[in-house]
């Protein structure tokens, strides 16, 4: 006699945050510049032993995916960097943060970031949720975006991101580059995945 697997629906996870039993015993910030604090907490673990915990502050992000076409025309819009972190050219989502401006509204900057990396601009820009990039070291929330109806226009590149290109590929094309690897941005990829799971394309 056989029995089918009992599948059960996973606990729901709130994001309001918490201590986790933790207590923090003291905090200071080891290093800062413009754009990320790097603080150095010591802690007592839940099971009562002390050690020490590094966190990188950094602000709200947004990434934005920007299908263009319809049916099996879409189309996605992918820019290419190289990231110095990791000595490579990178395919990601247009994804940026105003460090000068850390109150703007998330639907702001997913615009503007849109715009200046890609020239494109976007009739409708739906919220989709947030991810967390780097969770066991930092504190930094993306907001994830989904453009469509979009317009092309010039873009605005800062002066750090000159090195920027960007490519408009058919939508078949972007999910085999997934499937080949080719595509290895943490934030791009769970943009990709948040998106299809809600049957957005």
């Known amino acids: 006699m056989t029995t089918e697997p009992q599948h059960s629906r996973p606990p729901s996870i709130s994001d309001q945050p918490d201590d986790g039993g933790y207590v923090t015993l003291s905090s200071r910030i080891a ?22 915990y590094g966190v990188v502050e950094r602000g709200d992000f947004v990434v934005i995916m920007p299908v263009g076409g319809e049916g099996d025309n879409r189309t996605v819009t992918l820019i290419q960097q190289f990231r110095y972190p990791v000595g490579r050219r990178m395919w990601e989502f247009p994804m940026g943060m105003w460090e000068s401006r850390p109150d703007a509204e998330p639907d702001a900057v997913a615009a503007g970031e849109l715009r200046e990396e890609t020239g494109l601009i976007a009739g409708h820009m ?9 969770a066991g070291y930092s504190t930094q929330r993306g907001h994830v975006y989904l453009a469509t109806d979009l317009t092309q226009g010039p873009n605005a590149l800062e002066e750090t991101e000159q090195d920027i290109t960007c490519h408009t590929l058919p939508l078949a094309e972007f999910e085999r580059m997934v499937r080949d690897n080719e595509i290895t941005c943490m934030v791009t990829l769970a943009t990709f995945t948040m998106i299809r799971a809600q049957g957005l394309v």
Do not use: A
């Open 126 to 134: 739906q919220h989709v949720g947030i991810v967390y990039q780097g």
């Open 31 to 52: 290093y800062e510049n413009p754009w990320t604090k790097v603080r150095e907490d010591i802690i007592r673990r839940p099971n009562g032993k002390d050690g020490l």
